[in-house]
């Protein structure tokens, strides 16, 4: 699905209820706290503090996901192409870091 698909398939969803899109510090709000949820699961798998016994383990998709829906919204309430931005960062990040890091062999 392209960002502009999901762009619009959260639209839809949205659009059903009459509260519609959140202010965006509501949003910057809700962002920052996925963020940080995102933040405490690379943590519990990667980093020095390890999970309690009794916490349920975590799912780095669905926190990924989460984020993905927040920027979506507020995308969508600012009216901004998210595929339109993402395919001029990525034209920006291949032209200017072209060189930048080591390739692979073709053969690897």
């Known amino acids: 699905m392209s960002l502009t698909d999901s762009q619009r ?5 949205i659009s059903q209820f009459k509260e519609g899109y959140f202010h965006p510090l509501t949003n910057m709000a809700r962002l920052s706290e996925e963020v940080g949820e995102l933040a405490r699961e690379v943590n519990h798998r990667f980093g020095e ?9 975590g799912d780095l998709a669905m926190e990924m996901a989460d984020i993905l829906f927040v920027l979506i919204c507020m995308a969508n309430r600012e009216r901004i192409d998210l595929q339109q931005a993402f395919d001029a960062m990525m034209t920006k990040v291949e032209h200017r870091d ?5 390739r692979k062999n073709q053969l690897d």
């Open 98 to 102: 072209a060189e930048r890091w080591t």
């Open 49 to 57: 503090k390890t999970k309690k016994p009794e916490e349920d383990p």
């Open 9 to 13: 398939r959260v639209d839809v969803w």
